[in-house]
């Protein structure tokens, strides 16, 4: 089986109990996707299927060698891509992979690529409380010293400093499956997901020994 699936990041809303209580929720259209590729121990050693987001609007242009990839597997084009890891017999070339996999009060990893945030300083980029914020005060939002002049004469590799923040892989653990809507490909997971709406992301089991 495969534990995993790919999804389109729709939005957030909320969910009401019958309580009145209220959950957060990011609405996600996971699926329908299709088996393009099957990778075996043989012969790339590993087990894993390489999965194809069917979406209405398929790829305006393919490049051959995409051509042919797709060709081999008889399925049309795809847009999206990814690779999830099987164990044991797996799903083969032209299998569907539905959201029907996961059930309520499943728990699992969604991994995503964070907003673009840009050029961002220490305070927003790393949480620096910053300096005082009076009157005559010449350090607000600065970084501050970042190295000594006598030793080590030099900026220490990694030392925390303004630069380009976001677009980065993020996965976040073990998120509580709220609803699941097989007829519509819908998913709704408790709490927020990395990405802005719109954005790709891969929605997998968690494991056992995370819980």
Known sequence: MVNGIIGKKLGMTQVFAADGSVTPVTVIKAGPCVVVQRKTVASDGYEAVQLGLV??????????????????????PT???REFRVN??????GDKVLVDQFTTDDIVDVIGTTKGRG?????????????RASHGSMFHRAPGGIGAS??????????????HMGVARQTTKN?????VDADDNIILIRGAVPGPNGAYVLIKKAEAHKL
């Open 175 to 179: 998120l509580t499956v709220v609803r």
């Open 79 to 81: 847009r999206i891509l």
């Open 88 to 93: 044991g017999d797996g799903p083969n070339v």
């Open 55 to 76: 979406e209405e609007k398929g790829p305006k242009k393919t490049n051959k060698p995409m051509s042919g990839h797709f060709t081999r597997a008889g399925i049309p």
């Open 119 to 131: 050029f961002a300083g220490v305070v927003k980029r790393h949480g620096f409380h910053g300096g």
């Open 150 to 163: 006598a030793y080590p004469s030099r900026v220490i590799k990694g030392t925390k400093m303004p630069g």
